[in-house]
């Protein structure tokens, strides 16, 4: 096992200012996080700079583009998922699935052939009723599995997409489900992280999978091997607050960036392996 990083040295502020950021995303040279007040925000990071472009309202989560430059938000506050042009328009995508109305979804996450993966983490903390769900390319949504059902939260696909993989904050830990050629399998418990409330996830280009804790402070890398470490830890609380989504950017994807729900900025760690590209279907 590698030496943990320090956060007091290692992590860095890249925006301050920001009313509780949830989800991060990289994209054309940009960094995006969405807030508690219903803004989509893009931060330049090299001064830091903020500017909005959208105020869709409700409480953000989750984010992903896709390949025309929409982001595809969670929007927790109202219920829905809401796509949101380069320009900064925004639509409603979707508020039910089969019937029932979403409550908090949480993390949208593509895959190559255009499916978009959702988590909706339930009516609340301790109700246990949450699901995974699927936006097919045509635009059908369907339950893809209910057994994730306490608090499904982040989502990242395997870098050749042969598994996909949940958080379960209230579990806690991340499961998993075999896919191949679209088709999910059963769930499976890959990885128990008691006593932790895990959030978010991001693979790098060796395949690693970083995990992001909002209790405690502190982000776990699990190696292809399956080998877990504790890679950044913030005993204090004071340089990375609730790290909750992560998301790799900046030059090469050297940089992993991690957003702080209980905090007012967005931090950043450069990190030792490049990480792996999200695709933009």
């Not at 096992?1 to 320090?6: E, G, L, P, T, V």
């Not at 870098?159 to 499961?175: F, H, I, T």
């Not at 932790?196 to 402070?217: K, M, N, S």
């Not at 989504?245 to 090469?252: C, H």
Request: charged share 20%.
């Amino acid at each position: 096992m590698s030496a943990i990083r320090d956060a007091a040295t290692d992590v860095r502020p890249v925006a301050g200012g920001i009313d509780h950021p949830e989800g991060v995303a990289w994209h054309d040279g940009r960094l995006y996080c969405g807030t508690e007040g219903g803004e989509l925000l893009r931060i330049d990071p090299a001064d830091g700079s903020i500017e909005v472009v959208s105020r869709p309202g409700g409480f953000l989560l989750g984010l992903a583009f896709d390949g025309a430059g929409n982001c595809i938000v969670c929007d927790a506050g109202a219920g829905r998922l809401v796509r949101i042009a380069p320009d900064g328009s925004a639509e409603t995508l979707l508020d039910s699935v089969e019937g029932r109305k979403l409550t908090s979804p949480n993390f949208p996450a593509f895959a190559s052939d255009g499916t978009l993966w959702v988590t909706e983490s339930g009516s609340g903390w301790t109700a246990d009723d949450g699901y995974l769900f699927r936006i097919r390319p045509g635009g059908e949504a369907e339950i893809a599995d209910d057994a994730c059902r306490r608090f499904p939260n982040g989502l990242a696909l395997a870098p050749d997409e042969s598994r996909l993989y949940v958080v379960e904050s209230r579990w806690p830990g991340v499961s998993s489900y075999p896919l191949e050629s679209g088709v999910l399998g059963a769930r499976e418990e890959t990885l128990p992280l008691p006593p932790t409330v895990p959030d978010g996830l991001a693979f790098d280009a060796d395949g690693a999978l970083y995990i992001g804790c909002c209790r405690p402070d502190r982000i776990y890398r699990l190696a292809p091997s399956g080998v877990l470490e504790i890679y950044l830890d913030d005993f204090t609380g004071e340089f990375m607050t609730t790290p909750t989504n992560l998301a790799f950017g900046g030059d090469g994807l050297r940089t992993l960036f991690l957003a702080g729900l209980a905090g007012w900025s967005v931090n950043a760690v450069e990190a030792e392996v490049a990480g792996h590209p999200l695709v933009r279907p």
